[in-house]
């Protein structure tokens, strides 16, 4: 910010971590959700020879497709390549990835399917620590590398459904039919978040996001018992162990009293709700993150200078503000539109 009176020199590391903890930064860093994926044609080449869970578990080639967004769009930071639904297989969940998205073949929707489940420990050497230690090995010390899980709720919901859902009927039923059922398989897969987080930050996961993004189909009057004091749960577990925590939650907006009790360190928002307003309805976290929305990805590189001028218009450059898409960047996206957008960020963001 203006205030600053000398020039401030940061290594990309300092950088992120800094605009998350609200502390100086000399511009506002970027990085996408989603972004190391299948709108990279270098992503696709990879990911022909792997099926998509053999792909997270293979260290090599998951570093690989990590850092491809760093050199081709210039992304302030890597997120690990891997999948929100790896660590359910610990806690015993047959999981699939269709042509449709995550399948799990064991639905659980009673008490009988859950103690019928064979589980494991997250293991200390499951892939995902040898695939942060080879990014960090590629990108040395001073860039940033996010780790990630899924909210237990968002965990959940895909567990009980089986596969995404348009209606969520299993789920939403079951609260209401059987929410010991509910409790139960939070404690089981809160479990496994938490640790499958405990040996990414070890293996030097300098922040790391939690996708809440099927929270919102919960009654706010629920959110409470059902989504947030697991992961509060977690977010207090990791607190102290160095990393920062992101919260993501798609749909945030009416659920914001709720989300300022979790303890985050930053809350990334999608696009339906304005920076400042989020900011005046949030105390606690130090910064904020998000919130383009990703189709504007779709249109062209003056569309989308123009997009990231009015949020900066709105929430101007300052300590505390991580830019990112309000979800994940859409598959059809140009290349050209991601280098844009980053490329739109480091010109206007500086502080
Ligand atoms: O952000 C990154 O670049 C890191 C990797 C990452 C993936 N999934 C890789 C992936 C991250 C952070 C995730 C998180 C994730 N996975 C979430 C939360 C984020 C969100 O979008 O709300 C969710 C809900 C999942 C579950 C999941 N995995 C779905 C619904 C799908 C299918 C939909 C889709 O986009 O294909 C996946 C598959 C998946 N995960 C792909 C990638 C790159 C596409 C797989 C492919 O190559 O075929």
Redesign the pocket.
């Known amino acids: 910010m203006s205030q600053l009176a000398s020039p401030i020199t940061l290594t990309a590391r300092e950088r992120l971590l800094n605009a998350l903890l609200g502390r100086p930064v000399d511009r506002v860093p970027v990085w ?7 709108y990279l044609p270098e ?2 080449a990879v ?1 022909k020879n792997y099926d ?1 869970l053999q ?2 578990k293979t260290p090599s080639a998951a570093a690989e ?2 850092i491809q ?1 760093i050199e081709i769009i210039g992304s302030d930071a890597v ?7 790896l660590p359910l297989e610990a806690a015993g969940a047959d999981v699939e ?1 269709t042509e ?3 399948r799990i073949n064991n639905p659980v929707r009673s008490f009988e399917a859950l103690s019928a489940l064979r589980s494991t420990p997250i293991r200390e050497d499951e892939p995902i620590v040898r695939t942060i230690q080879t990014v960090r090995e590629r990108v040395g010390p001073d860039f940033p590398v996010l780790g ?1 899980i ?1 909210a237990p709720w ?1 965990l959940a919901t ?1 567990w009980v459904e089986g596969a ?1 859902s348009r209606n969520f009927e299993r789920i939403l039923g079951l609260r209401w039919s059987n929410p010991e059922v509910l409790d139960a398989l939070l404690e089981i897969v809160t479990q496994v978040a938490l640790d499958y987080l405990r040996i990414q930050i070890a293996a030097g996961a300098n922040a790391v ?1 939690i ?1 809440d ?2 929270g919102s189909i919960l009654r706010d009057a629920d959110y409470e018992r059902f989504s947030a004091r697991w992961t509060r749960r977690i977010i207090e577990s990791v607190r102290g162990m160095g990393a920062p925590v992101i919260f ?1 939650m ?1 749909g945030s907006a009416p659920y914001l009293p709720t989300l300022d009790t979790l303890g985050a360190d930053c809350v990334s928002m999608d696009w339906r709700v304005s920076l400042s307003a989020a900011r005046a309805a949030l105390k606690t976290p130090a910064s904020l993150q998000g919130n383009l929305d990703p189709l504007t990805l779709y249109s062209n590189p003056e569309a989308i200078d123009a997009a990231v001028a009015d949020i900066f218009r709105d929430f101007p450059p300052r300590p505390g503000h991580v830019f990112n898409l309000g ?3 859409l ?1 059809h996206t140009p290349v050209r539109n991601a280098q844009s957008l980053v490329e739109a960020v480091k010109r206007h963001g500086a502080c």
């Open positions: 996408l959700m989603r972004q190391a994926g299948r992503y696709q990911r998509f792909l997270c497709v990590s967004p997120i690990i390549f891997n999948d929100i639904m990835f449709k998205g995550p990630f899924g968002t895909y995404g996001q996708f993004t099927w993501y798609n979800h994940g960047i598959q």
